[in-house]
């Protein structure tokens, strides 16, 4: 995961709210519906969601941080839905402030 500086996010270097996270991922189906959770705000719509330029089975997936969030260590989820059937991935920690 990077901070909107392109900066990995980190406990020292969180991302602000309103910035764009972005996260990098395999295993999500082409064309699928994709959905973020931070902190537990569902639906969160990223802003893309596609192939990782220059990366081969790479995902990318960019989310603006909501805000209200507490800063520190938060879960993050990511679902995509395809042929009707949600697939959900373990929950990763990222880092607010």
Known sequence: MLNQDYGPNAPVAGANALGVLQIFATGIPLNALVFVQIGGQAGLTPQYSGPAPG?????QINVAIPTG????ATPLVICAVARSQQFCS???????H
């Open 69 to 72: 969030l507490a800063s520190g």
């Open 90 to 96: 373990s929950s990763y920690t990222v880092f607010v």
């Open 55 to 59: 990366s081969v089975g790479v995902q």
